[in-house]
C-alpha cells in the first residue's frame, strides 16, 4: 500500500516531463504549443461563463425561493407509492441542474437525518450515481456548438432516474 501511495504522488510529475520530453525528442515547439492551448481554453471559458452563471443564478432561486419545497409537497404521494424518500424530492431535482447547490441540500439533509440514516445513505449514493444533466447538456453542446440533441435529454433522464432507483434498492439492501 505505501508503495502505491508513494507512486501516486510522482505520477503528475512524471506525466508532464515525459509530455515535454516527448515533445522535445520529437522536436515540436513546446512552450508554443501550452501557449497556443491555453488560448484556446481562455477562450473556451469566457464563451461557457454566461451559461455557467445562468445555470447557478437558476439553482439559488429555486433552491431560495422555496419552490423546490413546493415541488416536493406536490411530488410526496408519487415519491412514497415508489418507496422514494419525499425528503430527498428537491435533492433530486436540483442534482439535474446544479452539483454545488445539490451539494448545499445535501449538508442540510445530513443535518436533519444523519449522515448514516435511510435518507442520508439514498442522498449520498444519489450524489455518486446521477449528472448534472442540463449543466452538462449546455456546456458541452455549447461548446462543441450541437444545436440537434436529438435523445439526449429522455436518455439523460431515463439514467438518472435509473441511478435513483438503484440508489434506494442499494440503500434498503445495506439497511
Same mark, same amino acid.
Given at each position: 500500500m505505501q508503495f502505491i501511495l508513494y507512486l501516486s504522488q510522482f505520477m503528475i510529475p512524471f506525466l508532464i516531463f515525459y509530455i515535454i520530453g516527448y515533445g522535445l525528442l520529437t522536436r515540436v515547439p513546446v512552450y508554443d504549443s501550452f501557449i497556443r492551448g491555453a488560448n484556446e481554453g481562455l477562450k473556451t471559458v469566457v464563451r461557457i461563463v454566461p451559461t455557467l452563471i445562468g445555470l447557478m443564478v437558476a439553482a439559488g432561486v429555486l433552491r431560495a425561493s422555496g419552490f423546490l419545497?413546493?415541488?416536493? *409537497?406536490?411530488? =410526496?404521494?408519487?415519491?412514497?407509492?415508489?418507496?422514494?424518500?419525499?425528503?430527498?424530492?428537491?435533492?433530486?431535482?436540483?442534482r439535474m441542474f446544479?452539483? *454545488?447547490?445539490?451539494?448545499?441540500?445535501?449538508?442540510?439533509?445530513?443535518? =436533519?437525518?444523519?449522515?448514516? *440514516?435511510?435518507?442520508?445513505?439514498?442522498?449520498?449514493?444519489?450524489m455518486?450515481?446521477? =449528472?448534472?444533466? +442540463?449543466?452538462?447538456?449546455?456546456?458541452? +453542446?455549447?461548446?462543441?456548438n450541437i444545436k440537434k440533441t436529438r435523445h439526449t435529454l429522455g436518455g439523460a433522464l431515463l439514467s438518472t432516474f435509473a441511478g435513483i432507483a438503484a440508489c434506494v434498492v442499494l440503500a434498503r439492501a445495506m439497511a
Open positions: 419545497d413546493f415541488l416536493a *409537497s406536490l411530488l =410526496e404521494q408519487a415519491a412514497s407509492a415508489v418507496a422514494f424518500p419525499a425528503a430527498l424530492v428537491p435533492l433530486a431535482l436540483l446544479s452539483s *454545488s447547490a445539490a451539494t448545499g441540500l445535501l449538508l442540510d439533509v445530513y443535518k =436533519e437525518y444523519g449522515t448514516d *440514516s435511510s435518507i442520508g445513505l439514498i442522498a449520498s449514493l444519489m455518486c450515481c446521477t =449528472e448534472t444533466i +442540463f449543466y452538462t447538456m449546455s456546456l458541452y +453542446f455549447m461548446t462543441a
